[in-house]
């Protein structure tokens, strides 16, 4: 299926316990349009059970579906709670390795603009995170982002500080997108 897309597409993107979700959401309401969830906590939500390789491929399925559910409902712009990317960086943390056809529909999906939430908040654990929340665990995962985005040529930039200097910093990014 072709991807369609609506004329700015942003995803929100970052290491576990950053805010991505929060900032997703209040992006959507702020800009009043459509948000997608994150693919792969919806999966481990339904699962309830340790992920292995074998779960990438249906994490990476279902969160193109959900994408495009989101891409539907879109006139102008569509924020994603993460994309491909997120899961192509856990895919080769957890286990050194990713499907190649994921890598390919990556750069082929890419966003118009990632929005990188830095670790600068508190660690919360939900209990749903495979990480342990140490220091040096959330600042390698974290620099695996931003290199994944470098090396993939991804328009981004770094949203830091909490709740509404957030959102403040992200909208500032997504207008300067017009």
Request: glycine share 6%; hydrophobic share 40%.
């Amino acid at each position: 299926m072709k991807h369609t897309s609506p004329s700015r597409r942003v995803v929100v993107t970052g290491s576990e316990c950053t805010g991505k979700t929060t900032l997703t959401q209040g992006l959507a309401e702020y800009f009043d349009c459509p948000y997608s969830p994150e693919g792969a906590r919806l999966y481990v939500e339904q699962h309830k059970r340790p992920l292995t390789v074998a779960d990438v491929d249906p994490i990476a399925s279902l969160q193109m579906a959900l994408e495009e559910a989101a891409v539907r409902k879109a006139h102008d712009l569509v924020i994603h709670d993460t994309d491909l990317v997120s899961t192509l960086v856990y895919a080769r943390h957890y286990y050194e390795t990713s499907p190649e056809w994921v890598v390919r529909t990556a750069a082929d999906r890419a966003a118009d603009l990632y929005l990188l939430c830095d670790i600068d908040l508190p660690w919360v654990s939900d209990g749903l995170q495979r990480d342990n929340g140490s220091v040096e665990q959330r600042r390698e995962i974290h620099e695996k982002f931003v290199d994944a985005m470098v090396s993939a040529g991804l328009h981004w930039t770094l949203i830091r500080g909490s709740g509404e200097e957030r959102l403040e910093q992200a909208v500032h990014r997504i207008e300067a997108l017009a």
